[in-house]
């Protein structure tokens, strides 16, 4: 198996970017990650997308990229894990690279959710959760998730206000992003008095519905030395049911520890060693059980991380240092590998006013559904 | 990179399943196929779907599936390539055998498409061609095929009749195959006769909407030796662009040629070499195409293997041996693996009735969209 570095990396801003169509933004994400590694052609493109099907009457996007970028001909296809789609793209160009099928690709995850009419993204969402015996109940995917931060409070005697500190530190640091949705800092006071979309989920502890595309570009590390900007140490999926009511435990993401467990073996790391965590804040907590499930705190003490500082930039786990999904945003599909361009910008010593001091080892986590597909990829400085 | 085998094959009949869901279809071909292989577990899922999310409103049918079939945990994902997602997810998972990331995988095609109501089949089947360009003005995906078929008929001179021979020999093939959808053979004057969709395709010219799933186990060659039923001598994809107009020459499939190209290349053969060809005959038009692009036959001739009885069992080239897209069925996101569970059959002498004689090398080759997306796979005997 060959090692696989990072040579490229571009995105676009995310917001509601209704003026650009799906392939405009892969192309305004793709051309910029091509040009950052010096290269004009690749062997191939795996594109990470949940939506295009639903919300644009869009497949397909692979050849349709392809073509758009000007590589029409190349290797192209669609790689889909719910909100996990970047990361699930991400990791089959990994092993398109590994394999020695192809030297140098092309990752692209781009989503296009806003532009719509109606009640049709929420519907569109929620395909992430068991249509059968879930989403046919009525519940929406914030839904599911206020179901597990209700649990989570009574549980753990935890106040709603407990978990402010998680949007408290993703709009601080979006602040500084230039790429980021919502760009100003906010207050516990506003955090608290945010209108209801899911009791006990409000508008703050949500990440919002965008438009957006990013992109790395993988090359075989034997080949592509002098380019390298960061090394991918350990790439890792693990699943669990879609169902929270089929889990052994609705508050233990066992995807998060099988995919972090086995992410951290596979770069002879532990949970200590991690410098940076992009983590998949979707929703506040899912913050909190994800930090707990990756090691970084027992159960029920993950919100203990925000309340402290821990996860402020400075802190012992900087957690979403260009603001998260809350605050840079959360295009699905394309999540995941804002998420690794980000940790690249890190480990590059790029990431300015959010810059980590002495970052070189950085994880990021992508997960689909309320757990059901965790993707983990742990990165080194070179 | 380690070549892979594979080492268990399992499939569905097609048809109107309406009392299975999708993750039972998907359950009804795995099962078989690790059984087929001889095991109770396996380190990866790979599905090929294309219309979960417009039909049953479910994404994430990796980890769905992955937990329903008993292997909660394990890394899983979908693939999608419109029509070609079967073949793609195929391409997946011998990336993830030849990286040495997994030594055995699933790999399983699985589509819904019918238990739907209205025209949403047809409006979701559109997905796979350009829909600012093309499917905006109101085409369908037949109306799209219906345009290349009359090109063809006028550009070379050809009539209606002469595309017979493709329905005619796919309807024989799938007389004897159990799991075909149609399994009673049609004359040319049937055929003459068939209503018609969209002029000059009638519905004997079009392979049917249905349900299905199929599914092989792949394997590292040097780790499970003694269980391989096939060798994958090649594994290649191509691209061009979705929209038609938008192609060098309409009637020229470029990446068929290319990944054809590609394949022969890898499998050191040539285009005599290969004694059974599945190919992608989802409209007659596109068995014409394919076998010119594929170099069997010079451009306006594809016809001509129909009607001189090339491509039956028993002729120099045959084609659809278990029925092809026509007869056996086309559960778009399944037809990728269904080609290459049957291919197997051949290469290991169970085809029964249909068996091909002394059939060593065999290329089935899956197209999405108009051509946009060509994955082609040569096996060859153990």
Known sequence: MRDVVVIGTGQTP????WEKSLRHLAHDAIIPAMSDAGLE??????????????LAGQEHLGALIADFIGL????????????????AALRVGLMAVASGLHDVVLVCGVEKMTDTVGGVTTSALATAADQEYEVSQGVSFVGLNALLMRRYMYQYGVTHEAFAGFTVNAHRNGVNNPNAMFRSAISVGSYMKA????????????????????????AAADRFKSKAKASILASSVATDSLAIHDRRDPLV?????????????????????????ELHDAFSIMAALSLEAAGFAPQGKGV????????????KLPISTMGGLKSRGHPVGATGVYQVVELVSQLTGQAGANQVRGATVGMAQNIGGSGATVITHILGAV
């Open 14 to 17: 995310v917001g509601e970017l």
């Open 41 to 54: 052609r690749a062997d191939a493109l795996y594109v990470g997308n949940m939506l295009s099907g639903e």
């Open 72 to 87: 029409r001909g190349i290797e192209a296809m669609k790689v889909e894990a719910a909100c996990a789609s970047g990361a």
């Open 195 to 218: 209108g209801m979309i899911a009791d006990p989920i409000n508008l703050m502890d949500s990440s919002p519905v965008c438009d957006g595309a990013a992109c790395v570009v993988l």
């Open 253 to 277: 993401l066992d995807a998060v520890a099988l995919s972090s467990q086995k992410a951290y073996v596979a770069a002879r790391v532990r949970p200590a060693d991690i410098h940076v965590f």
């Open 304 to 315: 203990q991380l925000a309340l402290n500082g821990d996860i402020a930039i400075g802190g």
